[in-house]
């Protein structure tokens, strides 16, 4: 069998075919060139199948296509693919899920969100999340957030079916070892020079525990009262009794017993009267600074073993959309999950299919004194002639770390709140129509064209702010 390429169910002869298969998170690509009158054009959105041998190694729609000209009524089309996240991605979810099991979550996300996706080769039942919440993203995103929190990976195949498995059980189809036939042109080239084992993060603020200022004595007549911090969820007592706390500016004067100055830090009396000797106390959070700090001692002590010194590779990182300091120990690990070692990156070709992104791929080779695994994060196929295929297969360093959890911590950090009290503000635009009317009792309103008469029998009728002459 050959290389056939089918669009929207036609058979087409192609020419300079090359598919890229990126991480999942990313979508798939193809592009060819295909012959033909203009009239018989494939258009945008088109479905697209290519199997080799009978194996499909692509299906997805047309995104777009480049038409050129060559002689008579032939065209040379370039066109560009995608494959199914395009169909994914159509609507946003927002679902909060509590003790669910993997599975439940990603079929219920396909059936609330989708049409045609099925999840045959989702772990069934997977890992339990105690709470997932899903602020108006796409699948794809809440798919990345949920392998995250898993340790699982995912993607769709060509035949629309989700796959959500563990990492470690994605094994590439060959090995590459000593006089393997199966692999030419490898490179692997280590980098120590991007190396950061202590990760400084500074971030925003957060709210301290409730702090209880130091009681204050009120002198007879006293109008104003300091306060150490600048202040929230403030509360008042005086004597013991709770009293009413408005904001000056903002609450009018003579409807609390205090107003609270927040920028000048006081609490000054509104309608209480101090005749001297009450005990006032405040309660309040205030602002801190998020500073963290994380490190890996294990990387340090293999950079003493190496360069000697102390082995500190330092990185200062500052993100002001930080607000607790869990986020900040999470950025600061996931820069470590990705720089606290040498960074391995390699390539290699290989004619074998069944290479994808993704893999984890063992190379144990004598003369190179490598016995590790990789990921697979990259693989380009190109048509070479004759219809064979060559890979063109990239790899790095296998860590479930920087990758996902740093993109997680900045989607948390732009992420709106889903609010109980929302009201959704629908608009459809209606063009084309030269008259409205509302129905339920209300009145016609009705396009005229000047020039207007008034008056009893004048035709058209002129319209004069909400009467109409008549």
């Known amino acids: 069998m050959a290389l056939v390429c089918n669009i929207n169910a036609v058979s087409k002869e192609i020419s300079q075919l090359v598919i890229s298969d990126l991480l999942t998170k990313e979508a798939n690509t193809a592009s060819f060139v295909y012959y033909d009158t203009y009239a018989s054009r494939p258009t945008e959105g088109q479905e697209v199948e290519i199997t080799k041998d009978g194996t499909e190694i692509f299906n997805g729609r047309i995104v777009s296509i480049e038409a050129q000209k060559i002689a008579g009524s032939n065209f040379m089309f370039t066109i560009e693919c995608t494959d199914w996240q395009v169909d994914l991605d159509k609507k946003l979810a927002v679902q909060t899920y509590e003790d669910k099991s993997l599975y439940y979550i990603v079929n219920d996300l396909i059936t609330r969100y989708t049409s045609g996706f099925t999840v045959t080769n989702v772990t069934n039942p997977g890992p339990t999340l105690d709470k997932v919440q899903f602020n108006y993203q796409y699948i794809s995103e809440c798919f990345e957030e949920l392998a995250e929190l898993t340790g699982y990976d995912w993607y769709v195949d060509y035949a629309k079916d989700i796959h959500f498995f563990p990492i470690e059980t994605n094994d590439a189809p060959y090995e590459l070892t000593d006089n393997g036939t199966h692999f030419a042109d490898l490179i692997i080239t280590p980098d120590n020079t991007q190396i950061a084992n202590r990760i400084w993060v500074r971030g925003g603020y957060y709210y301290s525990a409730e ?104 990185k200062y990182i500052k993100e002001d959309k930080i607000s607790t300091l869990d986020q900040a120990r999470e950025r600061g690990q996931a820069e470590l999950m990705e720089y606290a070692y040498q960074i391995v990156e390699g390539s290699f070709t290989s004619h074998n299919a069944g290479w994808r992104t993704g893999q984890r791929l063992h190379i144990d080779l004598t003369d190179r004194n490598i016995d590790e695994y990789y990921m697979i994060r990259e693989v380009e196929i190109e048509c070479i002639g004759g219809e064979k295929m060559l890979y063109h297969v990239t790899f790095a360093t296998l860590k479930q770390g920087f990758t996902w959890l740093l993109i997680k911590i900045l989607d948390d950090l732009k992420k709106g709140e889903i609010r109980d009290d929302e009201i959704l503000d629908e608009l459809a635009v209606i063009t084309g129509i030269d008259e409205v009317t509302i129905t339920d009792g209300t009145p016609s309103l009705e396009q005229y064209t000047p020039n207007f008469q008034y008056g009893p029998g004048g035709s058209p009728q002129g319209v004069y702010n909400e009467a109409q002459y008549g």
């Open 211 to 314: 702090y209880t200022q130091d009681t204050i004595t009120a002198v007879a007549g006293q109008t104003e009262f300091p306060i150490v911090y600048f202040p929230h969820e403030l509360s008042v007592t005086v004597g013991g009794v709770a009293k009413t706390v408005g904001i000056e500016f903002v609450d009018d004067a003579g409807g609390h017993d205090f107003l609270l100055n927040y920028n000048e830090k006081l609490l000054k009396v509104d309608t209480i009267t101090m005749s001297g000797g009450e005990a006032v106390v405040m309660k309040y959070k205030f602002e801190v600074p998020i500073l963290s700090m994380v490190q890996d001692t294990v990387s340090q002590a293999i950079c003493v073993a190496a360069e000697g010194g102390d082995g500190i590779h330092e």
